[in-house]
């Protein structure tokens, strides 16, 4: 699993490459729980890259919803493999995330 | 190709299973989504067995076998850890979850939504979780020299 972040003004775009699991997930959390994550009003996930999630992965992105609604942090997925989607959707969380196909639609989303 | 395989209890070899499913079942053709389902439901058990029952013990061991029943997979996973008694499972509730800011829990749930049949059984310190799932159109594996 390999994590990286792009930072333009108050956004975030945090690019997942690889497979999170039920041991690769520690390092999700990691980043997700940094205390300066809460200066950004945008966190956007770019997951063209992520080709698995166990409920492990999940689990921080549940874990983290509250704080960031809270926050008035918005959390935008994007470019998600199908095969990850369906994993979400098995969970009803495409219900309460949100999750869009390009990076374009995820930044009007953001600036709405 | 060999039908079973086995694992020291570290979660970094979760990986291992999932590749072998996904090579054992590569023959088969299976649509992409139901695929990744499977691989994900015997993941999602197999944390479980290295976490829960046998505590990251590397000295302790969980095996995979996958048997074929007509167009059903069977998927067998044995330990010795702590045994798990399916009557006390909670359903998780994911408002509670979101609200306590907590993530986990959802594994078997997951399993449950995926796979057919869910069975879990133990004699002693020997814990038996099988997983079925019947595929569709399943053809015929390439005979191999």
Redesign the interface.
């Known amino acids: 699993m390999k994590i990286t972040h792009e930072i333009r003004e108050k956004t975030i775009t945090i690019a997942l490459d690889g497979e999170l699991d039920a041991s690769s997930s520690v390092m999700l959390d990691e980043e997700l729980s940094k205390p300066e994550i809460m200066l950004f009003n945008k966190i956007l996930v770019d997951c063209e890259n992520l080709n698995y999630i166990s409920s492990a992965g999940l689990g921080v992105f549940i874990s983290h919803l509250q704080r960031f609604e809270d926050a008035q942090i918005k959390l935008i997925f994007f470019n998600m493999q199908e095969k990850v989607k369906n994993v979400f959707e098995i969970l009803g969380l495409d219900l309460l995330m949100t999750i869009v196909s390009t990076y374009d639609e995820a930044m009007t989303v953001a600036n709405e | 190709m060999n039908n079973s395989i086995r694992i020291s209890c570290n ?2 070899n ?2 291992v299973f ?1 590749n072998f499913v996904t090579e054992f079942l590569h023959p088969y053709a299976i649509n ?2 139901v ?3 499977i ?2 439901a015997v ?2 058990i197999t ?1 479980n067995l ?2 829960h029952a046998n505590k990251e013990d590397e000295s302790k061991s969980v095996k995979l076998t996958i048997l074929q029943l007509g167009d059903t997979f069977l998927f067998e996973l044995t330990d010795n850890g702590i045994p798990f008694d399916p009557t006390t499972y909670v359903e998780p509730d ?1 408002p509670t ?3 306590d ?7 078997l ?2 399993v449950k ?2 796979m057919d049949k869910v069975e879990f059984s133990s004699q002693g310190n020997h814990n038996v979780c099988r997983l079925y799932k019947t595929v569709s159109k399943v053809p015929v594996p390439a005979k191999q020299d």
């Not at chain 2, 800011?101 to 594994?107: R, T």
């Open positions: 979660l970094d979760l990986k999932r992409k989504i695929l990744n389902q691989i994900l993941d999602e944390a290295i976490k994911m979850k979101i609200k800011k907590k993530g986990g829990g959802w594994g749930f997951l939504q995926i």
